[in-house]
């Protein structure tokens, strides 16, 4: 009996240890293939750093406005007699636009030119009887004031008239009338819009670290988004002054625009032009990546040989000696193109970045000329990582250029 339980203890033994040692042995096995398991490469796309020509220049969003405008309104009461013009007409310098009724206003002047009339011959009778000796010098003085007053009272009768017309001030194009005939109307009312189109103003603001930037008669360019600038103007005044609630200060431009495509109160992207510069580094935005420790890009550089893993040397080293197994090894070698391809790996470097310039931002340190910048598929990259190039897609490039490499 004591033999037998002797014997089924033994054997209960050795199973449980066959199972315990089998699950060590595989746990140690799995544990093995993660560490020296190689992961697959990742594909991304890649740009050459290159040094470039530099165009730099100032972003900023303006409002378009005529160099000459101006809504024309009303001086004195009065009812709308005749309306001479219509809506978009070129009118030019000192044309009649609007006709107050002024009929009192004309018997009046007509009623003082004759009153002034009949003062400068009383003044001319006083003047000829003084030269005789028969006059006293007081009435040759009450002549003169009489006459003077005369003079005046037309004068001012003469503006008063005036004043019941709406001629143009300058040469440009009339807007809506705002008024209609037989319409009274109280001083300051708005008759008309008076725009002169041939040359408009843009009104901008920059931020005061770019104020020293800006000079007088500096190119700008001028249009309705970033990629369509066709208009070209020059800056004619910079505020003296920096805002001191924005920190911004404000600039105009003059542009000219003979085709009328400007319109007075239009929204206008500006860039100011800055003076161009050689050999500046710079990568497409989608290469910077930032982060809680600063921005970085990925280059990709061939892999250092200690990289390699080690389960290659080690079939290295069992290779044959002699030249029999050569075919068999070359069938089984993957193509040399491929392999280039996947002997590339990812360093991390942290850049030192400086103005933008549309897609491109200006890298001042971290990067050398020759590089090679990941532009795309950065999702879940690391340092030292395996890659492999594929440049059939580059986002930094329009649609088009991409379609036409495919």
Do not use: C
């Amino acid at each position: 009996m004591i033999k037998r339980f002797i014997i089924a203890f033994i054997l209960l033994v050795l199973v449980v240890g066959g199972i315990v040692g089998f699950n060590i042995f595989r746990d140690n096995a799995i544990k093995q293939y993660f560490a020296t398991m190689k992961q697959p490469p990742s594909t991304v796309s890649t740009v050459e750093v290159k040094p470039m020509d530099w165009a730099p220049g100032i972003e900023a969003i303006g409002t378009v406005s005529a160099v000459r405008g101006v809504d024309l309104t009303v001086e004195t009461t009065g009812i709308v007699k005749d309306i001479a013009f219509h809506a978009n007409q070129k009118v030019e310098a000192g044309s009649l636009l609007l006709q107050l009724d002024d009929e009192v206003e004309r018997a009046d002047l007509d009623s003082a030119k004759a009153q002034a009339a009949v003062d400068q011959l009383a003044l001319k009778r006083a003047q000829e009887l003084q030269k005789r000796g028969v006059g006293s010098d007081s009435t040759l003085d009450n002549a003169q004031a009489q006459a003077a007053a005369s003079a005046a009272q037309v004068a001012k009768l003469q503006a008063v008239l005036d004043q019941k017309q709406i001629t143009a001030p300058f040469a440009g194009t009339a807007g809506i009338p705002k008024i209609d005939l037989g319409q009274y109307l109280a001083p300051g009312t708005a008759v008309v819009t008076l725009q002169d189109l041939d040359t408009m103003r843009v009104d901008f603001t920059v931020p005061e670290q770019q104020f020293p930037m800006l000079k007088i008669d500096q190119p700008v360019k001028i249009g309705m988004s970033d990629d369509d600038l066709p208009f070209t103007g020059k800056i004619k005044g910079i505020n003296p002054k920096i805002d001191p609630t924005s920190r911004l200060v404000s600039v105009r431009a003059e542009v000219a625009n003979p085709d009328g495509k400007l319109t007075p109160g239009q929204f206008a992207q500006v860039r100011v032009e800055l003076p161009k510069e050689d050999g500046v580094l710079a990568v497409p935005q989608t290469a910077l990546t930032s982060s809680l420790y600063g921005d970085y890009v990925f280059v990709v550089e061939p892999a250092k040989s200690k990289d390699k893993p080690a389960a290659a040397d080690e079939k290295d080293a069992a290779k044959p000696a002699d030249d029999s197994a050569k075919p068999e090894a070359d069938a089984a070698k993957p193509a040399e193109g491929d392999a280039s391809k996947s002997d590339l790996v990812l360093s991390q470097v942290f850049v030192t970045t400086g103005r933008h310039d549309k897609d491109l931002i200006e890298i001042v340190k971290g990067i050398k000329a020759g590089d090679q910048v990941v532009t795309a598929g950065q999702n879940r990259l690391f340092n030292g990582m395996s890659v492999v190039v594929d440049n059939t897609i580059d986002p930094s490039k329009p649609p088009k250029e991409q379609a036409a490499r495919q």
